[in-house]
């Protein structure tokens, strides 16, 4: 049996309740195997896949908060400490009814690799619990935030582990975070990514995930000699991730026809207003059908099924598996060429394997979404440095990082004679470098 698949059995017989992160385990290593296979001696000497699919440190903690009418509740929380070969714990918190540890283990996995892409010296990590802001008041919020971080920050620091935001967790919950870590530290510090930019936060850094992801598309269309202007696209979520990205794709030309919610999802013809959007979901935090009812035209359908709007370009920026074989066959029937992830692991494993064998442009999370990740480095910079860098400034660093990211992947791929395959590229650029780190730091 080969190394990688005696660390696939051995992680499966380990973990057999956690599929998320068996899932995305197995995702990177059928595409490192060439790596592997080149290096298997040193690698296992080293015991380098072993460690990879083990998480470092798991804190797990009770968060005990008090609702508005008094009434106490426990949720459970999590933070993950996966890898430091390159750099310090990075990577961020969520706040979903559905969080649990095969979850962010697969996430915390991801970071790994992703923060490796991003050439930063960032580890990886993850965070966040089974909490559901959905309904709550923002006092009720900010007591959850509070005791959240009662249990956390002895673990957390700047040059330790620097948690940021993700699905339920944006400005207003990463300020709540740090007012309290602030409180128990008695330090002012990067501790926390994602901070409001009066307080140490980054300008560009709300905007990053998804200008990164448009960024990233308009790589991959220049790379095929396709244009974007004029490219019908659609949009999963409508979140910070979904909305700015739909926001710079339209301003690079492309049309954002369609997004969507865990309830439903609504079709503009005309072009998603994305001021109209930003006003429903940041500002009044309602349901996109809100959106029909003010923009005449635009249609609300409840429930599943966005996928079935034709579109050359689709963007999933929602959340895990939310696109099935079916979805993906559906995709392609339409004429869809392009499909880059905003979100973290968006594709079953079968929707991957058909859009690749259909010879569709896919880019994984990984490299499409890291330009979140990347601006929070770069908020960690601005504050080692005591400045702050202009929006221009933080944006054409993306823009440039973004194109570094393609250029890696891109290279990784056609250097192992997968020229295109970009899931084989970035996994295998991404690991490389840690794997490399990892020997050199002998066995900590
Ligand atoms: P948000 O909480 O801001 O938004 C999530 C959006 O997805 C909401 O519109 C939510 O709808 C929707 N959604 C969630 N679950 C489903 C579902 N099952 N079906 C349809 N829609 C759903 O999260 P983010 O935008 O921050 O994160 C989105 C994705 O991007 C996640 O996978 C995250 O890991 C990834 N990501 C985020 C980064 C960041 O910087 N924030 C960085 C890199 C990746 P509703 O309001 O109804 O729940």
């Keep these: 049996m080969s190394y990688v698949d005696e660390v696939l059995e051995m992680a499966a017989q380990r973990d057999p309740n956690e599929p998320e992160f068996l899932q995305a385990v197995k995702e990177a290593f059928e595409s490192i195997r060439p790596v592997v296979d080149a290096n298997e001696k040193v690698y296992r000497e080293n015991a380098i896949l072993e460690r990879f699919v083990e998480p470092e440190r798991i804190y797990t903690f009770p968060v005990t908060?008090?609702?508005?009418?008094?009434?106490?509740?426990v949720n459970r929380a999590w933070r993950i400490q996966f890898n430091s070969a390159i750099g310090s714990y990075k990577g961020g918190t969520r706040f979903?009814?559905?969080?649990?540890?095969?979850?962010l283990k697969f996430l915390g996995f991801e970071m790994v690799l992703k923060?490796?892409?991003?050439?930063?010296?960032?580890?990886?990590?993850?965070?966040?619990?089974?909490?559901?802001?959905?309904?709550?008041?923002?006092?009720e919020v900010m007591r959850f935030c509070q005791a959240y971080m009662n249990a956390l920050y002895?673990?957390?620091?700047?040059?330790?582990?620097?948690?940021?935001?993700?699905?339920?967790v944006g400005g207003r919950e990463i300020g709540y975070l740090f007012g309290q870590y602030k409180k128990l530290t008695?330090?002012?510090?990067?501790?926390?990514?994602?901070?409001?930019?009066?307080?140490?936060?980054?300008?560009?850094?709300?905007?990053?995930?998804?200008?990164?992801?448009?960024?990233?598309?308009?790589?991959?269309?220049?790379?095929?000699?396709?244009?974007?202007?004029g490219r019908t696209t659609v949009v999963t979520g409508s979140g910070?991730?979904?909305?700015?990205?739909?926001?710079?794709?339209?301003?690079?030309?492309?049309?954002?026809?369609?997004?969507?919610?865990?309830?439903?999802?609504?079709?503009?013809?005309?072009?998603?207003?994305?001021?109209?959007?930003?006003?429903?979901?940041?500002?009044?935090?309602?349901?996109?059908?809100?959106?029909?009812?003010?923009?005449?035209?635009?249609?609300?359908?409840?429930?599943?099924?966005?996928?079935?709007?034709?579109?050359?370009?689709f963007l999933p920026c929602a959340t895990q598996n939310e696109i099935s074989l079916d979805a993906a066959k559906t995709l392609v029937g339409n004429g869809c060429f392009l499909l880059a992830e905003g979100a973290n692991m968006p594709l079953e494993p079968e929707a991957?394997?058909?859009?690749?064998?259909?010879?569709?442009?896919?880019?994984?999370?990984?490299?499409?979404?890291?330009g979140g990740v990347s601006v929070s480095g770069f908020e960690q910079a601005q504050n080692a440095q005591r400045m702050y860098w202009t929006f221009e400034e933080v944006d054409a660093k993306l823009q440039r990082q973004m194109a570094f990211i393609f250029n890696n992947v891109a290279g990784a791929a056609k250097r192992y004679g997968k020229e295109g395959n970009y899931l084989a590229g970035a996994n295998i650029c991404a690991f490389e470098r840690v794997a490399q780190a990892m020997v050199a730091q002998g066995l900590y």
């Design 65 to 73: 908060w008090e609702d508005d009418a008094h009434k106490v509740h």
């Design 96 to 103: 979903h009814k559905t969080v649990n540890l095969s979850i």
């Design 115 to 139: 923060n490796s892409l991003t050439g930063l010296p960032l580890g990886g990590g993850k965070g966040g619990s089974d909490f559901d802001p959905h309904g709550k008041s923002d006092r």
């Design 154 to 168: 002895r673990y957390i620091g700047p040059e330790m582990d620097c948690p940021s935001g993700d699905i339920g």
């Design 186 to 229: 008695s330090s002012f510090d990067a501790a926390l990514c994602g901070k409001g930019v009066n307080f140490g936060g980054s300008l560009g850094r709300t905007e990053a995930t998804g200008y990164g992801l448009a960024y990233m598309t308009d790589e991959m269309c220049k790379a095929c000699g396709k244009e974007l202007t």
């Design 240 to 313: 910070s991730v979904a909305i700015y990205a739909a926001q710079k794709i339209q301003q690079l030309g492309a049309k954002v026809v369609a997004m969507c919610d865990s309830n439903g999802y609504i079709y503009d013809e005309k072009g998603i207003d994305i001021e109209v959007m930003r006003q429903i979901k940041e500002t009044e935090r309602a349901r996109i059908s809100e959106y029909a009812a003010r923009v005449p035209g635009a249609v609300y359908t409840p429930g599943k099924g966005i996928w079935n709007i034709k579109c050359e370009i």
């Design 352 to 370: 991957v394997r058909y859009l690749q064998n259909s010879g569709i442009l896919y880019m994984p999370g990984k490299a499409a979404s890291a």
